[in-house]
């Protein structure tokens, strides 16, 4: 009786629901799912125009593209490096502000801080930084060194490092702080009563319990390491150091070329990648939920 009366609330609710949604289902179709599908069948063209059909003939071509392994294996080391940094930095800034700390609260608002300032003021602020002529330099040769091209040379990535974790620190901190706050302090008391220590509380309490937190935080870092390109192009230009060019640069080259088979291929291979990625950590994530329950 009671699978009746929520088969029948379910026949009821669902065209009052539908009706709301069909705006944001309209939006979605226009603004998304009728791009996504005009742009993977043009990566099956030869031309955008009355073009023919050649299958996978531009994937295959995209992948014999010297330029494009390039960017693929820079995106690749710079997610790979960048990611499991961002996430160890985030998580010892959260351990930190999770005690008790002169000026916490101003020190966690420091943090968060990169989030609310704007694309063009970290710009500015890293050239100043790390420009031939900017302030890096100048502290080098204060201290007796020669100057350093930092763009155009292979500490390129290192400075486009620093600006993902500094951007990033913030966001992941305050994550890993609502994971932290909801792990109950009396399991921290009935293992120090067991004689565990403090190492031994962080890896079978600490770690266990912001498990989902983490694998979260996993998830958005991967995606924010594949949005860095913007400060990295207004940073380096269009054609930076080859340690920095990224599948973003290769596929705006390729935008400005008017070469939308390469671009178009070039995209769903990334974003294929990056479902993939997803769907292989939630899959990870569920089998670890079980086998801990």
């Known amino acids: ?60 071509q995209l992948l014999q593209s010297a330029s494009f392994r390039k960017a693929a294996a820079n995106t690749a080391i710079f997610t790979g490096v960048g990611v499991p940094l961002a996430m160890s930095l985030a998580l010892g800034l959260a ?11 101003g020190l966690r608002a ?44 292979p500490w390129a990535r290192l400075v486009v490092m620093l600006v993902f974790l500094w951007k990033t620190a913030g966001y992941n901190m305050i994550l890993f702080l609502a ?7 009396s399991y921290y008391e009935a293992a120090s009563i067991d004689g565990a220590g403090r190492l031994r ?11 989902p937190t983490a694998f979260f935080v996993l ?3 991967i995606v924010q390491s594949f949005k860095v390109f913007r400060e990295t192009y207004l940073i380096a230009g269009d ?11 290769y596929m705006n080259n390729m935008f400005q070329s008017l070469d939308y088979q390469k671009l178009t291929s070039a995209s769903f291979l990334m974003a294929a990648g990056i479902v993939l990625l997803v769907a292989v950590l939630l899959r990870i994530e569920r089998r670890f939920q079980a086998y801990t329950e």
């Open 1 to 60: 009786m009671l699978r009746n009366r929520r088969t029948r609330r379910f026949r009821t609710d669902t065209p009052v629901a539908l009706l709301f949604l069909t705006p944001s289902l309209i939006g979605f179709a226009v603004f998304y799912l009728f791009p996504f599908g005009a742009g993977f069948l043009y990566s099956l063209l030869d031309s955008p125009s009355h073009g023919t059909f050649v299958g996978l003939d531009n994937y295959r």
């Open 95 to 105: 351990l930190l502000l999770n005690r008790s700390l002169p000026l916490r609260a």
């Open 110 to 153: 420091a943090f968060v801080l990169p989030l609310v300032v704007p694309v063009a003021s970290i710009v500015l602020l890293w050239q100043l930084l790390f420009d031939a002529q900017g302030a890096v330099n100048a502290l080098v040769a204060g201290w007796g060194g020669a100057p350093v091209d930092w763009m155009h040379s």
């Open 179 to 185: 994971g932290l706050q909801n792990i109950p302090d």
């Open 201 to 211: 509380q962080f890896f079978s309490i600490t770690l266990v319990y912001l498990t």
């Open 219 to 221: 998830t958005m870092s």
């Open 239 to 249: 054609y930076p150091h080859d340690s920095i060019y990224m599948l973003q640069h």
